[in-house]
């Protein structure tokens, strides 16, 4: 009985990382989408039919998350490796906070579907 009792609480404790785990995330990805409108992102970018030219629509499914930052933190490296012939390139977004640019990564993770 009391095996039992310590198994059901390891799970019950388990579990409660989990959904704090998840809470963070969805926050974090919650300040990231603010960090994209505060950035005026959509000026040059479109997710689910909303902005200008180039679609984010997929990115997390096709670049990892040190990926993305590189892309902003370092747009004219990034451009290069990826053969991009966008103009211009993309504004550096390495002077933000590393809260705002680790939120932001964290939300283009989730836009996995084109």
Same mark, same amino acid.
């Given at each position: 009985?009391?095996? *039992?009792?310590?198994?059901?609480?390891?799970?019950?404790?388990?579990? @409660?990382?989990?959904?704090?785990? %998840?809470? !963070?995330?969805? !926050?974090?990805?919650?300040? /990231?989408?603010?960090?994209?409108? *505060?950035?005026?992102?959509?000026?040059?970018? &479109? &997710? @689910? /039919?909303? /902005?200008?030219?180039? !679609?984010?629509? /997929?990115?997390? $499914?096709?670049?990892? %998350?040190?990926? &993305?930052?590189?892309?902003? *933190?370092?747009?004219?490296? !990034?451009? %290069?490796? $990826?053969?991009?012939?966008?103009?211009?390139?993309?504004?550096?977004?390495?002077? #933000?906070?590393?809260?705002?640019?680790? %939120?932001?990564? @964290?939300? #283009?993770?989730? #836009?996995?579907?084109?």
């Amino acid at each position: 009985m009391r095996s *039992t009792l310590c198994v059901v609480a390891m799970v019950f404790v388990s579990m @409660a990382v989990q959904v704090s785990e %998840a809470r !963070a995330d969805e !926050a974090q990805v919650k300040h /990231g989408m603010d960090v994209y409108k *505060t950035q005026k992102c959509s000026l040059c970018h &479109i &997710i @689910a /039919g909303e /902005g200008k030219k180039h !679609a984010l629509d /997929g990115v997390g $499914a096709k670049l990892k %998350a040190d990926e &993305i930052r590189e892309w902003l *933190t370092h747009p004219k490296d !990034a451009a %290069a490796k $990826a053969k991009s012939t966008a103009k211009p390139v993309m504004k550096d977004y390495s002077k #933000l906070p590393k809260e705002d640019l680790d %939120a932001v990564v @964290a939300y #283009l993770q989730t #836009l996995t579907k084109k």
